[in-house]
């Protein structure tokens, strides 16, 4: 691919012409969907990542500096970030809860026998879930479905059924609360 040909047609997108980024994907999209594949190894989630990267692109293109990359080196960097984030997104999805379990969050050790490496992870779960315990029910559900399962804000808007602002709220004085909770136990 001819860099200084992207680098311009980089420019031009940064000038929000649309011409630009129809003739840049055409030059890339093949290239970048390899790249998204051999991270994500599927055919959909590479067309996924491959669409929100352009619209990355397409968004961030002013901040493109030939000067301190290749347009293609930068486009990868942006495609592979975007195939890194919804692998991690697919597993945090995969260990969530499902259903009617998310009103019944629970975090208590399996009573089975573990081995002893594994007893200061114990200690510091079941210190973490006598802190929770004390706190506003809201903090700690919050707390729970976001660190614990890997729900987004946006996600937890819906799931609380309270506003973004409300949420991040919760989630930074629920964080507050913990942290000076196990700074208590630990003293």
Known sequence: MDNELLASLLARCALKEQKALEKLYGLSAVYLHAVAYKIVRSQESSNEVLQDAFVQIWDNAGSFSPA????????????????????????????????????????????????LEELENIELNHKTQACLETMHEKFSKSIKLAYLYGYSREELVDI?????????SWLRRGSLKLKECLQNEYK
């Open 160 to 168: 609380l059924g309270a506003n973004l602002n409300t949420v991040k």
């Open 68 to 115: 301190q990359s290749q347009a293609t080196t930068w486009m990868s960097s942006i495609v592979r970030y975007r195939a890194i984030d919804k692998i991690r997104r697919e597993q945090k999805h995969a260990n969530r809860i499902g259903g009617d379990e998310e009103e019944d969050l629970l975090l208590t050790t399996p009573a089975k026998e573990r081995p």
